[in-house]
């Protein structure tokens, strides 16, 4: 085989991709951009954080609704039942992306600022592209702003959101925690 022939594999299972010349023949490789990477499907050969597997993935903004995130990473069922960010060993955009992936619940806390966090964004476009049960809930301040948030992520293209019922998380004090959580848990597949 020429050298050439010889260096495309390597080079596709260095992770780079043909850009198509004249008549459909391989020009040349370029590496991928962080969009590409980014969305791209986690490697099989490593798990980044044991077990690979989850029951739940959070997805929030940290600034916004870090708190309601770790009550809810607890009452869940903690690790290994549920994928949140500040408590992974691997924190890595592949580690976010093996996070969506590998759980079967995407449950998407909703503050004003969602969709104008491109993490946030990228983990709910994985979601959508995998088919998971995406289960929407919202801080209490962030209640007013259900509809012009629901508008923005249509806009956004993600037209399935807002067609269910978003919980709101009340969260301060016991009881509500415990029916929020039964709530979220009915909606879980």
């Not at 077990?51 to 929030?60: A, C």
């Not at 019922?165 to 597949?189: G, I, M, Q, W, Y």
């Given at each position: ?120 964004v990228k983990e709910l476009q994985r979601a959508e592209r995998g088919r998971k049960n995406i289960v929407i809930c919202h801080t209490p301040s962030t209640k007013p702003m259900l509809s012009t948030l629901f508008q923005q992520a249509h806009r956004m293209g993600f037209s399935g959101i807002g067609k269910e ?25």
């Open positions: 085989a020429p050298p050439a022939a010889a260096a495309a594999p390597a080079a596709q299972q260095a992770g780079y991709s043909p850009q198509q010349g004249q008549q459909g023949q391989p020009q040349r490789y370029q590496q991928p951009g962080p969009y590409q990477q980014a969305v791209a499907a986690p490697s099989a050969a490593r798990i980044r954080n044991p077990p690979g597997k989850w029951k739940s993935f959070l997805s929030h903004v940290q600034g916004e609704a870090g708190k309601e995130a770790q009550i809810l990473f607890y009452e869940l069922g903690g690790a290994p039942a549920c994928w949140l960010d500040v408590k992974m060993g691997d924190k890595s955009v592949d580690a976010m992306m093996e996070g969506v992936t590998g759980s079967s619940n995407f449950l998407l806390i909703l503050t004003p600022g969602y969709f104008d966090r491109a993490f946030c019922e978003s919980v709101e998380l009340v969260l301060n004090d016991p009881e509500f925690t415990a029916l929020v959580t039964a709530k979220l848990k009915r909606k879980f597949k």
